[in-house]
């Protein structure tokens, strides 16, 4: 139980493109989605929580604008990243909680590459 | 400000060689500290929560324990499929937010 699938697993673009990653929860009514961001043997650092069917609250330094987050249902929640430059180039994974006592559960993460 | 810390950074074992990866916390008001298994180029996979002080947690040759300071993760005779990033994180009583540690890199060696 507890399944959250993340995709695509890796995308490669051109600068100024803007990418979608979708993460949904399997087998759970995930109340709330994170959003994290991992760069080489570093920790992860939480972009955004978002709520379904509200607006996601963003960490500081997390551009709001440039990292939209749209969590509308309780299984699905997106991140796009617009005007995807270089320096976005990161792993990116999401995670899901059912809420309450529950732990986050999380995808297998999205390797994005700006060229 | 809240904060976790883990370590040693890398931790290199033979194969059945046990050991003890800590995780040292500070946090206004403890909700709940989760230890993750990560593998390269994966997302985090759940292990276990612990929510109180003295509380233990085992799964197959791993144990977790807590304190009001810091949790342990025990590795008994670990295998060479043991070998990944292990995460821990803590998650405060105030706006439940989850922070979590840079990570121990644990290699087994056959």
């Known amino acids: 139980g507890a399944v959250v699938s993340q995709h695509p697993s890796w995308v490669i673009c051109k600068s100024g493109t803007s990418v979608k990653i979708e993460c949904r929860s399997l087998?759970?009514?995930?109340?709330?989605m994170f959003w994290y961001r991992q760069f080489p043997k570093q920790s992860l650092m939480l972009m955004a929580t978002?709520?379904?069917?509200?607006?996601?609250?963003?960490e500081q330094g997390v551009e709001k604008d440039k990292f939209l987050i749209n969590h509308a249902s309780l299984t699905l929640s997106t991140l796009t990243v617009t005007s995807a430059h270089p320096e976005d180039s990161s792993f990116y994974i999401c995670?899901?909680?059912?809420?309450?006592?529950?732990?986050?559960?999380f995808g297998d993460g999205t390797r994005l590459s700006i060229l | 400000e809240d904060q976790v810390t883990q370590s040693p950074e890398a931790l290199r074992l033979q194969e059945g060689e046990s050991s003890s990866l800590n995780c040292s916390y500070t946090?206004?008001?403890?909700?709940?500290l989760f230890w993750y298994r990560q593998d390269p180029g994966k997302g985090p996979e759940f292990l276990f929560t612990?929510?109180?002080a003295g509380e233990e947690k085992e799964k197959e040759r791993l144990k977790a324990t807590l304190t009001k300071k810091e949790s342990f993760l025990h590795i008994t005779a670990p295998k060479p499929e043991d070998s990944a990033t292990y995460l821990c994180?803590?998650?405060?009583?105030?706006?439940?937010?989850?922070?979590f540690g840079a990570g121990t890199r644990l290699f087994v060696k056959a």
């Open positions: 978002s709520n379904e069917g509200s607006k996601a609250t963003y």
């Open positions: 994180a803590v998650e405060n009583t105030g706006g439940f937010k989850t922070i």
């Open positions: 087998d759970f009514q995930a109340t709330t």
């Open positions: 995670s899901a909680s059912g809420g309450g006592d529950q732990p986050q559960h």
């Open positions: 946090v206004s008001g403890l909700r709940g």
């Open positions: 612990l929510y109180s």
